[in-house]
């Protein structure tokens, strides 16, 4: 099922929705220049066991365009959604940028989030080789140009408070790597060592492990999430 929710003064928010409508409520984050859609393979499989949303951040997918993309503005997007939803609580999981999306929450209300998941995250590191920011619009671009833009400037310059946030998350953390990711699978490791209930673990894939290996991806979750299920 997919709907259009419109939060007070903007934006309106894409979420789609699977699974048990009894169940424990996860929440999904995509990545950078994707949508909720992306979760569609293994989203059925964790609604077996739960009640699962997807949405599509700003700026993504169907959900409105703005001019502010900070990861603030769209941690305040999430907790609104929450509240027009009436979710009291949620799994959080996010890949990638949705991870650091879900990051921030996790952090600071976490009366919000019972759980969280962080699939292949950048580490708050500075991106090395920096990241090409865009300054324009281009003929292929799949979301708002403006958010690749004020992203890639974050990832080149993360502040580096987000490592002091990490040891604030209290509820139990997962973060899943890829055996063949681009990423730093040691710097990930470190990072799940700074929260304190966090753990790590790896799966066989790429960086869109969710998307290309649903299978894998739920398997690596499900002992996680296992206390929450029904």
């Known amino acids: 099922m997919t709907q259009s929710v419109a939060l007070p003064g903007g934006p309106t928010l894409v979420i789609r929705e699977w699974g048990r409508p009894d169940g424990a409520v996860i929440l999904l984050l995509h990545g950078l220049g ?3 859609d992306s979760w569609r ?10 009640r699962v949303v997807a949405v ?5 997918g169907g959900s ?3 001019t502010d993309y900070r990861f603030e503005t769209m941690r305040n997007d999430v907790i609104r959604l929450l509240d027009a939803l009436g979710f009291l609580a ?6 990638s940028m949705g991870g650091l999306v879900a990051f921030l929450p996790a952090a600071t209300r ?3 989030v019972r759980a ?5 995250v950048p580490p708050p590191d500075p991106a090395n080789p920096p990241r090409q920011v865009p300054r324009r619009s281009r003929p292929d671009d799949t979301c708002d140009w403006r958010a690749v833009s004020q992203v890639l400037r974050w990832r080149n310059n993360p502040p580096q408070d987000w490592w002091q946030l990490a040891q604030r998350i209290a509820c ?5 790597g890829a055996t063949q990711s681009h990423l730093s699978q040691n710097r990930m490791t470190e990072l799940a060592r700074q929260i304190p209930l966090g753990q790590f673990v790896s799966a066989e894939g790429e960086h869109d492990l969710h998307t290309l290996r649903p299978g894998e991806f739920d398997a690596a979750v499900e002992p996680f999430l296992t206390p929450w299920a029904r």
């Open 172 to 176: 139990p953390a997962l973060v899943v």
């Open 90 to 95: 949620v799994i959080a999981i996010g890949h």
């Open 110 to 112: 976490p009366d919000l």
């Open 64 to 66: 409105s365009w703005s």
């Open 41 to 50: 393979h293994v989203a059925p499989l964790l609604g077996q066991r739960f």
């Open 116 to 120: 969280l998941v962080r699939e292949e």
């Open 34 to 36: 994707s949508s909720g």
């Open 56 to 60: 599509d951040l700003r700026g993504h």
